[in-house]
């Protein structure tokens, strides 16, 4: 596993060893030691996500203000444009957010530590998205930044307006978002 950091020194791009041959591929998604001996980091994962969108489906921007998550994001079908936004109050890189492509042809990750807001958009027909958290779903502490706020200017790469649940709809602009200390 090879660790690429990001313009947020903290978010890095996973890139697994692939072995593949005229009858498919393998690769470790998730590795304990290779991932602490790529990111120096020791961390514990206690839940598995999986979601499957259509194209043009956007989710986020999302982040738990109590029990915060960081995940390990991945694609297994298609290809989407992942997002994250840093909500660290005393980060140098507030207010700022990287986006990279993520698809089953590439097999790259995304390391999204906690204090970050997550969403990603579906560029292909369809994606299964996968990902790891370091602490439970706690809907109670789950928060909601408006995915088209201009004081963020993410560069969603749409053909359309997305698709959007009602609570991604109603999402909080950022200069009123609760933030980590």
Request: glycine share 8%.
């Amino acid at each position: 596993m090879r660790a690429i950091p990001t313009e947020i020194p903290d978010v890095l791009i996973l890139e697994p060893r692939v072995f593949g041959d005229a009858r498919g591929f393998f690769l470790e998604s998730f590795n304990a030691r290779s991932f602490r001996g790529a990111t120096g980091l020791d961390v514990a994962f206690v839940q598995d996500n999986h979601s499957r969108s259509a194209r043009g489906v956007l989710r986020g921007l999302h982040y738990q203000i109590a029990q915060p998550q960081g995940k390990l994001v991945r694609v297994a079908r298609g290809c989407v444009f992942d997002v994250a936004v840093d909500l660290r109050r005393t980060s140098p890189t507030l207010g700022r957010w990287v986006g990279v492509e993520l698809s089953d042809a590439d097999h790259r990750q995304l390391w999204i530590p906690p204090g970050f807001a997550h969403g990603f958009v579906v560029l292909s027909e369809t994606a299964d998205f996968l990902y790891k958290t370091t602490d439970y779903y706690a809907p109670e502490h789950e928060r909601t930044i408006a995915w088209d706020d201009p004081a963020l200017a993410i560069a969603w790469p749409l053909e359309a307006e997305p698709l959007l649940s009602a609570k991604d709809r109603a999402g909080t602009p950022f200069a009123q978002a609760e933030l980590f200390d």
